[in-house]
């Protein structure tokens, strides 16, 4: 499992990472979401021991990165977001020198190594040279040589990085896999991603930990109707107010508004007959959605400049 607590990482001035704290338990596929420079990557390079901690601990499978960190190391197959790989070198050779870094032992190196291409699907270009393969495949490599000695943590940066359709069903399908027997953070910018294979989001903004919560949670029925008309807040107010399941009313100042209701499913076909009747034009009804996207729009939500 993966303990982290108030994690930081400073480069100058600049706070990458700033006192981030979150846990992992044996099994949880969690997703690690933010924008561009929120600190993903960062994050994954210091629970990797690639890059020291301005300040915080993290604890891998019981040992403090910090004080044990080539045991600790031992546990984790890494994806870094642009995987390193040799061209020169076919895939079977390369995975084989990467098991010899590992530590395998002779006698079973030829055995995982078949298995991770065979997770991988990269049986038809085992004897191929990395250089000669598309970037599809040179990710799928990648994979490869994260899963090849069965650690127990797993960190993926971008898998699905390069891949096309197919292929990204396939590595949905594998991380689900893995997962039965190892911990899997993986880091994305993509919604569906995290959707499609995660437990749990961690979502960052300019490196602080935003939202830490289950996919699950976050998809629970809201009792909201979300309304778009031709009309003010005060007409809209005096329209619903005989509504006695319209509890208030929220606006984001632009003809569009947030209805809080007992029961959206009884409130939506009253508040549409309330607004037409009233002679104003209803554009859109529709039920008050708080999914990932939602939430990951307001956490990043930016403020609209004007120019005059």
């Known amino acids: 499992m993966i303990q982290v607590e108030k994690l930081t990482r400073t480069y100058g001035h600049l706070k990458a990472v700033d006192e981030v ?23 994954l390079k210091v629970l990797t021991g690639f890059l020291e901690p301005s300040g915080g601990r993290v ?39 990467q098991a010899g870094l590992h530590g395998i032992p002779e006698g079973r190196r030829l055995g995982l190594v078949r ?16 250089g000669t393969l598309s970037r599809g495949y040179r990710q799928r490599v990648g994979v490869a040589q994260a899963i090849l000695h069965t650690p127990e943590i797993l960190i993926l940066d971008e898998p699905t990085n390069g891949l096309d359709p197919t292929q990204i069903q396939h590595m949905r399908a594998l991380i689900q896999e893995l997962a039965r ?30 939202l830490d919560a289950k996919l699950s949670d976050l998809s629970s029925t809201l009792r909201g109707l979300q309304i ?31 209805l809080e209701t007992s029961d959206p499913k009884t409130a939506a ?40």
Not at 21 to 43: C, D, M, P, Y
Not at 240 to 255: M, R, S, Y
């Open 181 to 210: 027997g190892a911990t899997v953070l993986l880091s994305t910018h993509i919604l569906q991603e995290v959707e499609a294979v995660c437990d749990r989001v961690l979502i960052l903004r300019a490196g602080k930990l935003a």
């Open 21 to 43: 704290s979150f846990e992992i338990q044996r099994g949880e596929v969690v997703g690690l979401l933010g924008h561009n420079g929120a600190g993903k990557t960062t994050i």
């Open 228 to 258: 778009e008309v031709d009309a003010g807040l005060e007409k809209v107010k005096a329209l619903l107010a005989p509504l006695k399941e319209v509890k208030a009313i929220h606006t984001d100042g632009k003809n569009r508004y947030t």
């Open 59 to 97: 604890v891998l499978q019981g040992r403090d990165l910090q004080e044990d960190r080539q045991a600790a190391q031992r546990h984790i197959g890494y994806l870094p977001e642009n995987c390193p790989l040799y061209p020169e070198m076919t895939v079977i050779d390369f995975l084989e020198y």
């Open 269 to 308: 076909p009253n508040v549409a007959r309330a607004i037409i009747s009233g002679g104003v034009n209803l554009y859109r009804l529709q039920q008050e959605r708080r999914d990932l996207e939602t939430i990951f729009g307001e956490i990043n939500q930016v403020s609209e400049v004007h120019h005059v």
């Open 115 to 130: 298995q991770a291409i065979a997770r991988t699907a990269l049986e038809s270009k085992a004897s191929a040279v990395i």
